[in-house]
Every structure is written in structure tokens, then in C-alpha cells.
């Protein structure tokens, strides 16, 4: 009888042993993960605050594109009432005529001018709305991270409690779905 519980106790101490080698394992994996949610979280903001420095910038310049386009109309204005008063001074007065079409193709020259730097900044806008877009892209997949790597987490809590390793395994799997999108988070591969 005192054998029968020297090997009780024997496999109850090596049961355990086993069961603490797979917490350490459990515990080592839920601490690689949280230090990729903190990564990962890290990296989602700073994406998110460059998105949106970048539509900062693409307002700004499609601002200033409409102050630009407001100002070649009115030089368009200005332009097309000297040409009438050319037109209607032709017969009448050639002097006068002849400074409204002076002043006429003055105005157009600067509107040439002014539109093509409404169009420089148009493009400005586009060119920073497509690398807002970009950024955007890049947050998004690190905060897909960010929450895989957290319900892996909260897996790994409960396989720690139930001492259930299926569970841990399923946050395995979710972990590994976390770190493909980490990775995506920095080359958009999908």
C-alpha cells in the first residue's frame, strides 16, 4: 500500500510538473503577444495621426486652390470688361480702345498665370489625399492586429484558468491571423 502512494504521489508531482511546463510555455506566448498589441497599437496611431496631418494638408491646398480659382475669375471679370470697353470705345475713341486691349491682355496673361498655380494646388490635394488614403490603410490593419493579438490575450487567460490547452491554441491561431496583419501593417501585402 505505502508503494501504490509513493507512485500516486510520484505521477501527481509529475502531472503537475507537466501542467506548470505548459503554463510557462502559455505565459511566455501571452507576453511575446502583448508586446506585439503594444507595438502594433503604437504603430496604428502613428499611421492614424499621419492620415490625418495629411487631410489637414490637402484642406489647406484645396483652399488655397479655391482662393486661387476666385481670383482668376475676377481677373477674368476684370479682363472681359475691358475687352467689351475696347470693342465698344473701337470706332469712337482708338486711344482709349487700344488701352483696353492692352489692359484686357494683361489680365489675360495673369489669369494664365493664376490658373495654372490653382492647378498646381489641386494636384497638391490629390497627392495628399492619396498618402491620407495610404496612411489610413496602414492604421486600419494594425488596429486589426492590435484586436487579435488582445482576444488572443483574452484567450490565454482562459485556458491559464480552465487549464484547457485547446483554448490556448485557439489563441494561438488567432495570434498568428494578428501577426499576419501586423506584418500587412507595414508592407499592405492583402
Do not use: C
Amino acid at each position: 500500500m505505502k508503494e501504490k502512494l509513493e507512485q500516486s504521489i510520484e505521477e501527481a508531482v509529475e502531472g503537475a510538473e507537466y501542467r506548470a511546463h505548459w503554463i510557462v510555455y502559455l505565459s511566455f506566448t501571452t507576453a511575446l503577444i502583448a508586446v506585439l498589441a503594444a507595438i502594433a497599437s503604437l504603430e496604428s496611431g502613428t499611421y492614424s495621426n499621419e492620415a490625418l496631418l495629411e487631410k489637414n494638408e490637402a484642406l489647406l491646398a484645396q483652399t488655397k486652390a479655391t482662393d486661387q480659382w476666385a481670383y482668376y475669375q475676377a481677373k477674368s471679370v476684370k479682363g472681359t470688361i475691358y475687352a467689351s470697353q475696347a470693342a465698344a470705345a473701337q470706332g469712337s475713341n482708338p486711344e482709349l480702345a487700344s488701352k483696353a486691349k492692352q489692359e484686357a491682355a494683361r489680365y489675360a496673361a495673369e489669369e494664365e498665370e493664376i490658373s495654372k498655380a490653382a492647378k498646381e494646388l489641386e494636384k497638391e490635394v490629390k497627392e495628399d489625399g492619396e498618402r491620407s488614403n495610404h496612411s489610413m490603410e496602414h492604421h486600419h490593419r494594425f488596429a486589426y492586429a492590435v484586436t487579435m493579438f488582445q482576444i488572443s490575450i483574452a484567450l490565454a487567460a482562459v485556458a491559464a484558468l480552465s487549464r484547457q490547452k485547446f483554448v490556448w491554441f485557439a489563441g494561438l491561431v488567432v495570434a498568428v491571423l494578428g501577426f499576419v496583419y501586423f506584418i500587412d501593417g507595414f508592407q499592405l501585402l492583402f
